[in-house]
């Protein structure tokens, strides 16, 4: 399976869990994601799929440092209801970095290495997507402010040419082009910008 080529200079995320080490599944306990592990997740490249990336990233240097953040001991937090627009997309982008999952996740073994309530949602209080280390019960929020890189302007044409059935063969294969520019550039011209993407600390 080929994906666009800018995918492969997409910084990747290493993270140690413990409970792939116990099982066997990572011997070393630390897994390593690629950015083409959440498109094959949510089965498409998106701004809100490189936006959930980029806040997980940004989120997990906030808390760790140089340290190597621990999966499956970071809890997630959402403004809004898991069905709202876009929230269970990046929801899903952020279980599969963090670990964290609903009432539906792992239940842990013996007590120990729970993944399940550590996202929630609908949660009022909290602005973009709050990331906590349970250990020391430090916190940030993640923003993200896509306008910051805007679409072609060939796309809004296009778009509209796809959706009514009226795009030819080169007409889809250019929106696709259009549509995954827009991606690169938020995920390899903008991933540090903090006018894009703005972490702060909470209680």
Request: proline letters at 5%.
């Amino acid at each position: 399976m080929a994906f666009p080529e800018f995918f492969n200079d997409v910084p990747s995320l290493r993270l140690r869990d413990p409970l792939a080490q116990l099982l066997g599944a990572a011997p070393d306990g630390v897994m390593e994601y690629r950015y083409d592990d959440a498109v094959r997740l949510a089965g498409h490249s998106c701004p809100t799929v490189a936006g959930a990336w980029l806040s997980a990233r940004a989120g997990l240097r906030s808390l760790y440092g140089d340290e190597l953040p621990e999966r499956g001991a970071i809890s997630v937090s959402m403004p809004d209801a898991e069905d709202a627009g876009v929230t269970g997309v990046i929801a899903q982008v952020m279980t599969l970095i963090t670990g964290a999952a609903g009432a539906s996740g792992f239940k842990g073994l013996g007590g120990q290495y729970a993944r399940c309530h550590l996202l929630q949602f609908s949660e009022t209080n909290v602005r973009g997507v709050r990331l906590r280390r349970n250990d020391t019960r430090t916190a940030v929020e993640v923003e993200l402010d896509t306008r910051r890189v805007p679409a072609d302007p060939r796309q809004q044409q296009l778009i509209g040419l796809v959706v009514q059935g009226r795009a030819d063969a080169a007409q889809r294969v250019e929106f696709g082009n259009v549509w995954q520019q827009r991606v690169r550039r938020l995920l390899l011209e903008h991933a540090d910008d903090p006018a894009v993407i703005r972490v702060k600390s909470v209680r």
